[in-house]
């Protein structure tokens, strides 16, 4: 299923950050805490009912209540030390493969065991409170805010600088992430109401409306139209399109609400002649409110649209785009470089060599301080030339079935 969903945008090939496709990474990420949704949701129905039995066994005898207690501790204590002793022990690829069917064990023991006593659950740490409320968004936001490259490396604000770098990436990621749960509680209200009909009306437009944004996706790819500029086009049409569809099947909705609100609120306030005054105000705002305010947020959006595309070009064609094979033009700053006493291995290190010497990337990794390691400088982000490390694997895989000649020695320079 996940193969015919997403084969038609993914690919095996190989890429940075994904050697085996773009396809086999997000079927990795997607499966391996594939069960964590509905866990949670177990969880989230049965919290009422554990709050419940440990209140009715907290009103019997010490004794009756931890006996209750030691009995689920002891059961949950045993199938900890079953996954420690099991699961733990495997090797990554085989963890990876049981980790959505036993990875939740240590972390519903170690709730119960923490909530044991009233003592210990009236003390909590509100950072960990606020923490929480975002873990789904956290979770989701960080291949596209905190990581790039497929998650292989950090978003850079200021290069050479790499703490504080990903301090202030930190706080995009968290803050961003915060506004995007405030939007989700806010649109789920919107889009999925408590009226039964409504939810289940909402929930087919959405699944419609998902299922056309697809297709033209595909349209689009198909005819190799996935230049900036017509996928900008085709996302200010189609949200324009849509943004009329959601207000002309709801925009009577929200009239007739405004008008029981504003009703409610005269009936509190009982006075006739406001009532009068407020009756024929709206009526003339009612009559004003056609044009402008159907029109207006549908072109403020394709600015804001537009805007994003021109800065998200502006990012692609002077670097800002994820790594990937060096083109031809490269030959010539290949040479461009110098041998630097640095440490390689270290962040820190890295960052002084690329603020005092101006180099941006290293070609071995020498966890000694007073080696020389031959440092590329920096290329304008326009040539695309981004040298850097291999690592063992990506060299035999790049010069596999091909003869190699060493002319010179470098023994003097090393």
């Given at each position: ?123 909590s740490m509100e950072l960990l409170h606020e923490i929480g409320k975002t873990t789904l968004e956290t979770y989701l ?5 905190w990581l790039s490259s497929n998650s292989k490396t950090v978003l850079t604000f200021i290069p050479g600088w790499p703490r ?251």
């Open positions: 299923i996940f193969n015919l969903l997403h084969q038609l945008f993914l690919s095996d090939e190989s890429v940075e950050g994904a050697r085996m496709g773009t396809l086999w990474e997000w079927y990795f990420r997607s499966t391996l805490d594939h069960w964590s949704v509905l866990l949670g949701m177990v969880f989230a129905i049965n919290y009422p009912i554990t709050i419940l039995w440990f209140k009715k066994i907290e009103v019997r005898s010490i004794r009756r209540q931890w006996m209750g207690k030691m009995a689920v501790a002891f059961v949950m204590l045993y199938a900890l030390r079953t996954w420690v002793k099991g699961p733990l022990t495997y090797s990554k690829t085989q963890y990876n493969e049981t980790n959505p069917y036993f990875g939740f064990i240590p972390l519903v023991t170690y709730i119960f065991l923490r909530n044991l006593t009233p003592t210990m659950r009236s003390y936001m960080q291949h596209h805010i504080i770098n990903l301090a202030l990436v930190t706080c995009v990621y968290v803050l961003l992430s915060r506004k995007m749960h405030n939007l989700t509680l806010l649109l789920r209200t919107i889009i999925l109401p408590d009226d039964r009909e409504a939810c289940i009306r909402s929930s087919v437009a959405m699944l419609v409306t998902i299922a056309g944004f697809y297709c033209t996706a595909f349209v689009v790819d198909e005819m190799d139209m996935t230049s900036l500029m017509s996928v900008g086009a085709v996302s200010i049409v189609c949200g324009t399109l849509l943004y009329q569809s959601v207000m002309d099947s709801t925009w009577a909705t929200y009239r007739k609400a405004v008008k029981a609100a504003k009703r409610k609120l005269e009936a509190d306030l009982g006075d006739s002649d406001d009532h009068i005054t407020t009756t024929s105000d709206s009526e003339v705002t009612e009559d004003k409110e056609t044009t402008i305010s159907r029109f207006c947020p549908p072109l403020i959006g394709a600015m804001v649209v537009l805007v994003l595309g021109l800065t998200w070009n502006g990012f692609a064609t002077t670097g800002a785009r994820s790594i990937g094979p060096l083109p031809s033009t490269c030959d010539a700053f290949v040479n461009n470089g110098s041998w630097i006493p640095f440490d390689g291995c270290n962040e820190a290190s890295r960052g002084m060599a690329y603020r005092e010497n101006q180099v941006s990337s290293y070609g071995m990794c020498l966890p000694h301080g007073n080696s020389h390691i031959w440092a590329w400088e920096k290329q304008a982000s326009h040539t695309h030339c981004r040298f850097g490390h291999r690592d063992e694997t990506q060299v035999k895989k790049v010069l596999n079935k091909r003869r190699v000649i060493f002319i010179g020695d470098s023994m003097t320079r090393n």
